[in-house]
């Protein structure tokens, strides 16, 4: 593949304004220490003030400092997305290429448990095992990683049976390269686009799912979570304590995903061309 | 992107398993006495000895643990999802309450964002590079970003709270009986906010497949034949592309049918509408594990009921399908 995928990230407008989201929302995560005064967690005698300058969005029904709580949530919200995003691709590359190399039945069953998962709605079976086991920020972490390579490694297979066909590949292995060589020198460091689009999907789909179960109120309550913010203020909405705390939640957590999206989508044109050119908007 | 194997009964049948034995095996799995995990601890505390041994047996909890499986699905294909302590009911009946619900929420707003997704994306990849084809794709590309329940708050505060111009819960007007007109119009409004939340959340997903394969096929050598022939913008738009355009959303329609079920689940719970999400949530709350596991199987298995269903008619939709066996 002799697209450049940096050239055509940095080309597309969106792909851009993406990257851009992104690291803001890596900056407030790393420096929220800098960024405020409080502690999240810490409850003050204070609750649901209105935003002033020493609560830069007043606090929550509990006193915590909602701006606070804003920048550690991006702290959740991106370890167990990046955390999700890493660790599911390992199960992807290594399910898909072998599949794709090893071949025959190993390659059938493989793919037939990978369909399966696929058409379980991932969601429905996170809540149920979060309603039962109540996981912490690495559990759920190693919940959704292991229920979110599945598409990965049918796409990875996918790339990996049209490489092993190119010529590079047949001469090495006429010089007697082995499966696990071949699969080390030439497959995986060809797969580039892919396992960053795969890994986007995993970050975005993990985001958005530790949100969600928090909102439903089965994460880790020991976690500042934009899912549990906006479960809270939602309790309040007949106050107008929703502008300044429930929509910065809703706000952050909707323009991480937006931005991961944009990420996802000019990579998605590296992988396929004919949407290239033209269309890239 | 499209993932496209060919899935066959097999498939289907792992996953099957795969539901029932996540379902069979958690509650067996956590520590302590399983008659807690599948009950919860409230449950238990109003249990006198007799009916604990009663549900023990009906369990067979003082067996080994295939034989307990074997009461698991045999319980499972008499229709008995076991017994729910905060509603004090059947499983299978609380469930079957809330569905309703669900399911009108749930296929309105599928139809509706199926449509509105498969226009918006011929349109759109029909005046491809143009302006309003980049507001689009930009547009919708963000609203995807917002999570369904995060999209329902919102409407749930503009037009319930600050508008006043919808009902703020509730999937009727408690205490009116209507009838006949009046209620399908009371019905109409309170769906109206979580219905469109769900649709505006599940509108990109066709959309964007319809357009990528718009796309494609504009630039097949059929068009420029039609174009030759001097049919109209409209017929080749829509019967020429369009229609070749709306497969790849038809078969992605059991895949949506599980995200649009799964963010009902988070809707009713914003808009208090009183389907199986909100069910689940009470049932979260008061760890009515019975309840959640039902509507997990109940849920899942529609869902690849509904893939399966999908993968079966469409070869009947495109008939090249057939042609290649």
Redesign the interface.
């Known amino acids: 593949m002799h697209i450049s995928l940096k050239k055509e990230i940095k080309q597309s407008q969106?792909g851009k304004a993406g990257i851009i989201i992104l690291l803001v929302m890596i900056a407030a995560a790393v420096f929220a220490p800098l960024l405020s005064r409080y502690d999240p967690m810490q409850q003050s005698t204070a609750p649901l003030l209105a935003p002033s300058f020493t609560h830069w969005l007043g606090t929550n029904q509990v006193g915590q400092d909602i701006w606070s709580q804003l920048l550690y949530g991006a702290r959740t919200s991106l370890m167990v997305g990046f955390g999700v995003g890493v660790l599911s691709l390992i199960p992807s590359i290594l399910f898909g290429v072998s599949s794709a190399l090893i071949g025959g039945i190993y390659d059938k069953i493989v793919?037939?448990?990978?369909?399966?998962?696929?058409?379980?709605?991932m969601?429905?079976?996170a809540?149920?095992?979060a309603?039962?086991?109540r996981p912490d920020l690495f559990v759920l972490v190693l919940l959704l990683a292991a229920l979110s390579w599945q598409?990965g490694a049918?796409?990875i297979r996918a790339q990996a049976l049209s490489l092993k066909e190119m010529g590079h590949i047949s001469a090495a292995r006429t010089f007697g390269a082995g499966l696990f060589y071949i699969a080390r020198k030439h497959i995986v460091p060809d797969l580039g686009p892919i396992l960053l689009?795969e890994f986007i999907?995993g970050v975005k789909r993990a985001v958005?799912i530790e949100?969600?179960l928090a909102?439903?109120?089965?994460g880790d309550p020991m976690l500042v979570s934009w899912g549990t913010m906006?479960r809270d203020a939602?309790k309040f909405?007949?106050l107008n304590v929703?502008v300044w705390w429930?929509?910065p939640a809703?706000v952050a957590?909707?323009?991480?995903?937006?931005?991961?999206?944009?990420i996802s989508?000019a990579a998605?044109s590296v992988?396929?061309p004919?949407?290239r050119g033209?269309?890239v908007? | 992107m499209l993932v496209t194997g060919k899935r066959n009964l097999l498939t289907y049948t792992i996953a099957f398993v795969f539901i029932l034995a996540l379902n069979f095996l958690l509650p067996r799995m956590m520590p302590g006495d399983p008659l807690t995990a599948i009950y919860g601890d409230e449950a238990l505390v109003a249990m006198t000895p007799a009916l604990k041994a009663r549900l023990v047996a009906r369990f067979a909890l003082d067996q080994p643990l295939w034989r307990q499986f074997g009461a698991y699905i045999a319980a499972l294909f008499r229709g008995d999802l076991g017994w729910s302590y905060s509603f004090n009911a059947p499983v299978l009946k609380v469930i079957l309450g809330a569905l309703p619900w669900t399911l009108l929420v749930v296929g309105t707003s599928l139809i509706l964002s199926t449509i509105l997704g498969i226009v918006l994306g011929i349109e759109s990849g029909w005046r491809r590079g143009s302006k309003i084809d980049r507001a689009m794709l930009a547009g919708l590309m963000s609203l995807n970003g917002f999570p369904d329940f995060f999209l329902g708050l919102v409407l749930l505060v503009v037009f319930g709270v600050l508008l006043g111009i919808a009902p703020l819960s509730g999937a009727l007007t408690p205490y009116s009986s209507l009838s006949g007109q009046a209620l399908i119009l009371d019905v109409l409004k309170h769906m109206a906010l979580p219905v469109a939340a769900l649709t505006i959340a599940h509108l990109a997903g066709g959309y964007l497949l319809t357009r990528n394969t718009m796309i494609t096929v504009l630039k097949a050598p059929f068009m420029l034949t039609a174009k030759a022939k001097g049919l109209s913008q409209n017929v080749i738009k829509y019967r020429h592309a369009g229609r070749n355009s709306m497969l790849p959303v038809l078969t992605m329609t059991g895949i949506s049918l599980g995200r649009v079920v799964a963010g009902a689940l988070f809707v009713e719970l914003v808009f208090a509408y009183p389907g199986v999400g909100q069910l689940t949530y009470q049932a979260l709350l008061s760890r009515d594990y019975p309840v959640i596991q039902g509507v997990f199987l109940m849920m899942a298995v529609s869902v690849l009921v509904a893939n399966f269903a999908v993968d079966l008619l469409y070869p009947k939709l495109d008939p090249r399908v057939s042609h290649a066996h």
């Open positions: 969106s793919m037939r448990i990978a369909d399966a998962f696929i058409v379980i709605p969601i429905m079976v809540i149920l095992v309603a039962y086991i598409g049918r796409m689009v999907y958005f949100a969600g909102f439903l109120g089965i906006m939602m909405s007949y929703w429930l929509v809703g957590l909707s323009t991480t995903i937006i931005g991961l999206t944009f989508h998605e992988l396929d004919r949407l033209e269309v908007a």
